[in-house]
């Protein structure tokens, strides 16, 4: 029982690495405006940070997809895209 655990377990890490991030400009490029807040989330994953309110029968959400190749942020008016940036980190020591 205890080598079907630890190899299962392996698998399930074996699979998350190779999967990679999806913070890069292929996965940016998907996300379209006006596009469900849900179908982002499909292509993107969960985000690292969200931010949000509502007011009346408006509501905004800023969530933010962070990964080795930079930072993806969207802004959401009533759970669809309105905005989107993809940006890079600069090169440390560069001039």
Do not use: Y
Not at 29 to 39: G, T, V, Y
Not at 40 to 66: H, K, N, R, Y
């Amino acid at each position: 029982m205890r080598a079907r655990v630890s190899a299962a377990s392996t698998l399930a890490l074996l699979l998350l690495l190779a999967c990679g991030s999806r913070v890069d400009r292929a996965h940016f490029a998907r996300i379209e405006s006006d596009m469900p807040e849900d179908e982002v989330i499909a292509i993107l994953g969960e985000p690292t940070d969200t931010a949000g309110f509502s007011l009346g029968g408006l509501s905004a959400t800023s969530a933010t997809w962070e990964g080795p190749e930079g930072t993806i942020a969207i802004q959401f008016v009533n759970g669809r895209v309105k905005l989107k940036t993809f940006t890079t980190e600069p090169v440390r020591g560069a001039p």
